[in-house]
């Protein structure tokens, strides 16, 4: 297994790269908030894409669909209510996501959505147990809605409905993205490592951005809201450790793709580089790279980021 260390060598114990790396670079900006309009529509592209040769072609196709159904609903769906802008602040105040997830009640405009995601879904070409589970869905009662929608937003999800799920989760997607895009960027604060600042949930990968104003910066993207938020680079992005980080990638690849492993959590994370394909999604990418996954099956670091979509994890 090919094994590499980051260009940034940080001092143990540090939160800082060197320096001198940062010499003539402007401070990223903390948070990228996401834009509904143009997101789920790229991911779609995305996904058929990777779809094209790929082992996973079918399912990676079926998603492409899924993210077609999310943009459309992202459209036609009536605006969500936005976050109350006291709570907002006081969340702020102490250093808390403004986006409250455990007080989530799914309202008329997440229903609505969720409505218009589903019937979008029922159009899709797809295997049989994916369309019993959409069938399961769609007949749910509101409590077993509710439920699926805790277990979403817990970032816990039972293996044996992970097909039911996937819906619950695409529908969440969309609301949550609105929401945080309703946000403003510049008055988010870090929240805590592997913490969303919009939303409190885990990232679904990082990703090294190769834009003009922050070439070489680190973001967290988060699986549930798609904001993004700056994080050093090797760092461990589940417990903020700075020793023991390494990167493995699979045999072949081209470094656009590779996993960081801890050795203080004995967890890894994928880490999406944009100089080495400009297209990198961290949603469609983090599932259509599940090799990586696989490989590190055999080894002692466990996954700690989070993706509805990737099967089995
Ligand atoms: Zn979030
Ligand atoms: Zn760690």
Redesign the pocket.
């Known amino acids: 297994m090919a094994r590499s260390s980051g260009p940034f060598s940080s001092p143990p114990g540090s939160v800082f790269p060197d320096p001198s790396v940062l010499e003539g670079v402007t401070a990223p900006a903390f948070a990228h908030l996401p834009d509904p309009a143009t997101l789920f529509a790229r991911r779609a592209e995305r996904f058929a894409r990777l779809a094209q040769g790929h082992p996973l072609g079918a399912y990676l196709s079926f998603l492409s669909q899924i993210a077609r159904a999310q943009h459309v609903a992202a459209e036609r769906a009536p605006a969500p209510e936005p976050p109350d802008a006291e709570a907002v602040e006081r969340a702020r105040t102490h250093e808390m996501?403004p986006?409250d997830r455990s007080h989530f009640t799914a309202d008329a405009a997440f229903e609505s959505l969720f409505d218009r995601l589903l019937s979008q879904a029922r159009a899709i070409e797809k295997p049989e147990p994916a369309e019993a589970a959409l069938a399961r869905v769609q007949a749910a009662s509101d409590a077993e809605r509710g439920e699926m929608i805790r277990n979403v937003l817990a970032d816990s999800i039972p293996v044996e409905t992970l097909a039911e799920h996937l819906y619950v989760a695409a529908a969440l997607q969309v609301h949550?993205a609105r929401l945080?895009a309703r946000l403003d960027a510049a008055r988010l604060v870090p929240v805590g490592d592997g913490v969303?600042p919009?939303?409190?949930?885990p990232p679904v990968a990082s990703v090294v951005v190769d834009w003009p104003a922050a070439h070489g910066a680190r973001y967290c993207a988060?699986?549930?809201?798609?904001?993004w938020w700056n994080f050093v680079r090797v760092r461990c992005t589940a417990c903020g450790s700075t020793g023991g980080i390494a990167y493995q990638e699979v045999e072949g690849g081209n470094g656009a793709i590779k996993a960081e492993t801890c050795d203080a959590c004995h967890s890894y994370a994928k880490v999406l580089y944009l100089s080495k394909d400009p297209d990198l999604d961290p949603v469609a990418d983090d599932v259509a790279s599940l090799g990586l996954d696989l490989k590190q099956k055999e080894g002692p670091y466990r996954r700690s980021t989070f993706n509805p979509f990737l099967l089995g994890y």
């Open positions: 996501p986006l949550f945080a969303c919009a939303c409190g949930g988060c699986a549930l809201c798609s904001t």
